[in-house]
């Protein structure tokens, strides 16, 4: 059961995955969250005035006892990200995500909270089993031996280890999960740190709105990944923070598709057929990935199963409301404030 009375923190809940679980987390009831971020106000996903905001940078530890002060729940979402185009070229700032969940992890322990959550990736998995564009499904135990994606991946697998070490000689309440490659509305759709759903769906938008019959692909197209809409993520979340998983667990769609097939899927909900250039200097990141889901289906019975067609109609829509209001001077990203 959520816990809705104690103090429920958010890290990153200026951000996609944050501001849903907040979103989410107030739709259930809860009235004592704190939700904090580095970016500047005006640029949080969602915000909420019924609940705590907090601009703040958690690479410092002084602010991470102050995020975690009087915290029951603390859901550690901040991370420095985004999709390949950013993980690629920013190899160092996606390591020193490390300083925020080594601080966070202390401030829960010096503050006494009850229960922390990390949000991992499954970018942490060995690159050798990700060669072939068959999408292997990957299981928990293929992170080892380690050779995750350089620089995210490795911090991740690190922050996993330390929040397992945490739980066992601090005896603080620490679950892990995996995530892969989620995405749907209120994510990041332009400006660099965007992943494939996004980007596809805003160069279809684009393709559409301008007349301009092609769309720009990264790598061959043969890519293989499966993509976990941000419902399914939220409540998995959930889920494995109420569950007894002491191990990293995989929270992923087992839907894989090729990017080609993520292409046509976006071009038949936008009822067009754009001509396909594939560009090789592009970031691809492996070949294939698909979440295996078995030991989530033993422990919890349930996996991510809404499925692709379904969330790319929401994120297109979604995406296409956002480009219209762009188009029309509208700052970018239309935010949603709640005034309670
Ligand atoms: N971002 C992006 N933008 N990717 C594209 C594009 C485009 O316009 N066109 C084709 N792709 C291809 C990429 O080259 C890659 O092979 C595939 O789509 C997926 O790219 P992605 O969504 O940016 O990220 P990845 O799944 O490769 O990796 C991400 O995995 C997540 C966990 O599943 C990481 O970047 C993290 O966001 C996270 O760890």
Known sequence: MTNTAGLVVVTGGGGFIGG?????????GCQNIRAVDVK????????????????????????????????????????NMGGMGFIEKNKALCMLSVLINTHMLQSALKQGA????????????????????????????DAYPALCEDGYGWEKLFSERMSRHFREDFGLYTRVARFHNVYGPWGTWFGGREKAPAAICRKVVEAKAKNKHEIDIWGTGNQTRSFMYIDDCLEGVQKIMNSEILEPINLGSSEAVSINQLVDMVEGIAGIRLERKYDLTQPQGVNGRNSDNTLIQKYLHWEPSISLQAGLEKTYSWIHDQYVAREKGAAGVVREFVTS
């Open 114 to 141: 009850s229960r922390f959550f990390y949000a991992s990736s499954a970018c942490v998995y060995n690159g050798d089993k990700q060669k072939t564009f068959e999408a292997p499904s990957l299981k928990e135990e």
């Open 40 to 79: 500047p106000f005006d640029h949080w996903y969602q915000r909420f005035d019924d609940v705590e905001n907090l601009c703040m940078d958690l690479n410092e530890k002084s602010t991470c006892d102050v995020a975690a002060r009087g915290a029951h729940d603390i859901y550690n979402l901040a991370a």
């Open 20 to 28: 849903a679980l907040v979103a989410s987390l107030r739709k259930q």
